[in-house]
T-cell receptor, first 113, second 112 residues
Framework: DTAVSQTPKYLVTQMGNDKSIKCEQNLGHDTMYWYKQDSKKFLKIMFSYNNKELIINETVPNRFSPKSPDKAHLNLHINSLELGDSAVYFC????????????FGPGTRLTVL | QKEVEQNSGPLSVPEGAIASLNCTYSDRGSQSFFWYRQYSGKSPELIMSIYSNGDKEDGRFTAQLNKASQYVSLLIRDSQPSDSATYLCAVGPMDSSYKLIFGSGTRLLVRP
């Protein structure tokens, strides 16, 4: 069983479109994250949810909107996609309660044409 | 601006050698420190975490933390070609128990 899964794995779309990326975890832990990794491999946090509540919201354009329908899911919706949004987006989950070790999903490679 | 700095490399070592990867951080109050390994096209994989000054060993990996000098290092003994990857240092700042700040990674090449 995969602890953290993401769909889709690859996403190719045109500028201006709206798209969503989904993340699911079966670890039963409370805190989930979205990270963006650019072409230079720099990994930067975007959002964090704890028990369906937004706790970290970094300086991210408001075209990006996370949604957590339940503790096991954290989705990322992106409106009006731009070329600069092309990157790999990783979902992550904090490990055991009280630990800040984070475990990453397989990533979604987004290409905006 | 909290920062985590790593030499981008590549660091090239022969098979069987010790690879030494270094990381410095700017937030003196940081409490938690992690090393992730990332193969090309894959997601970061946690390999070591360290919270106290000193050394922590796990198999061929040793993490070293020196809070006074604000650096953390990773030693890989008996390096194997399969260790070739990018190693990301991550630091948990004092003002957030959830947020990790990542360095840009050091690319390690182990020559057969």
């Amino acid at each position: 069983d995969t602890a953290v899964s993401q769909t889709p794995k690859y996403l190719v779309t045109q500028m201006g479109n709206d798209k969503s990326i989904k993340c699911e975890q079966n670890l039963g832990h409370d805190t989930m994250y979205w990270y963006k990794q650019d072409s230079k491999k720099f990994l930067k946090i975007m959002f964090s949810y704890n028990n369906k509540e937004l706790i970290i919201n970094e300086t991210v354009p408001n075209r990006f909107s996370p949604k957590s329908p339940d503790k096991a899911h954290l989705n990322l919706h992106i409106n009006s996609l731009e070329l600069g949004d092309s990157a790999v987006y990783f979902c992550a989950v904090t490990g055991t309660s009280g630990s800040d070790e984070q475990f990453f999903g397989p990533g979604t490679r987004l290409t905006v044409l | 601006q909290k920062e985590v700095e790593q030499n981008s490399g590549p660091l090239s070592v022969p098979e069987g050698a010790i690879a030494s990867l270094n990381c410095t951080y700017s937030d003196r109050g940081s409490q938690s420190f992690f090393w992730y390994r990332q193969y090309s096209g894959k997601s970061p994989e946690l390999i070591m975490s360290i919270y106290s000054n000193g050394d922590k060993e796990d198999g061929r990996f040793t993490a070293q933390l020196n809070k006074a000098s604000q650096y953390v290092s990773l030693l890989i003994r008996d390096s194997q070609p399969s260790d070739s990857a990018t190693y990301l240092c991550a630091v948990g700042p004092m003002d957030s128990s959830y947020k990790l700040i990542f360095g840009s990674g050091t690319r390690l090449l182990v020559r057969p």
